[in-house]
């Protein structure tokens, strides 16, 4: 079953504005990761924020989190065609953030040049 | 540095058979998770991969089962395929325990069940 759900469902903005999506999740966690996949490929890890953080910053990226309502967004500025993909948040109740992972529901960015 | 590598990239079997996939994990790495991912959804734990021993599994029936070898390497089998077996199967490798080791996946399986 999936941990949590992912908002929008699918998302267009053109070159140069920013992405915004959502996450929201149903048990404790000790952390929340977000991943990329391009179509039919593996995913890609972005960044990891850990229960006691608010806010995490990774080039372009933008994480937060808000543990009281389970829910975390990532942000995406100035977005380029290539951030084209489906993104994921995954949860893990290990302090490590790679045993047993569980993905949301993904939201597919696409950048329209 | 090869990262994580999955073969093959395709198959299609007929229901009631047998499959088998492999992966060889990122170098350095020694631990090895497979995920399956049904089309339009998120990747599904099935199971991780430590020391040869699977250390902990998802909700998924005995059918699927799993290997991991001295060097690392893996394989997923699943027996007696149903038409809802078809997917992408994911391979991920990590170091065990390591705090700024995520997880790094391989580009999958694409498995069709006919």
């Known amino acids: 079953s999936q941990q949590g759900e992912e908002d929008p469902q699918a998302l267009s903005i053109q070159e140069g504005e920013n992405a915004t999506m959502n996450c929201s999740y149903k048990?404790?966690?000790?952390?929340l990761q977000w991943y990329r996949q391009n179509s039919g490929r593996g995913l890609v890890h972005l960044i990891l924020?850990?229960?006691?953080?608010r806010e995490k910053h990774s080039g372009r990226l933008r994480v937060t989190l808000d543990t009281s309502k389970k829910s975390s967004s990532l942000l995406i500025t100035a977005s380029r065609a290539a951030d084209t993909a489906s993104y994921f948040c995954?949860?893990?109740?290990?302090?490590?953030?790679?045993?047993?992972?569980?993905f949301g529901t993904g939201t597919r960015l696409t950048i329209i040049p | 540095d090869a990262g994580v590598t999955q073969s093959p990239t395709h198959l299609i079997k007929t229901r009631g058979q047998q499959v088998t996939l492999r992966c060889s994990p990122k170098?350095?790495?020694?631990?090895v998770s497979w995920y399956q991912q049904a089309l339009g959804q998120g990747p599904q734990f099935i199971f991780q991969?430590?020391?040869?021993?699977?250390?902990q599994r998802g909700n998924f029936p005995d059918r699927f089962s799993g290997h991991q070898f001295p060097n690392y390497s893996s394989e997923l089998n699943v027996n007696a395929l149903l038409l809802g077996d078809s997917a992408l199967y994911l391979c991920?490798?990590?170091?065990?325990?390591?705090?700024?080791?995520?997880?790094?996946f391989g580009n999958g399986t694409r498995l069709t069940v006919t």
């Open positions: 048990t404790s966690i000790n952390n």
């Open positions: 991920a490798s990590s170091l065990r325990q390591g705090y700024n080791s995520p997880l790094h």
């Open positions: 924020i850990r229960s006691n953080e």
């Open positions: 170098s350095g790495h020694d631990t």
């Open positions: 991969y430590y020391e040869e021993e699977e250390r």
């Open positions: 995954a949860t893990d109740g290990s302090n490590f953030g790679n045993e047993k992972l569980t």
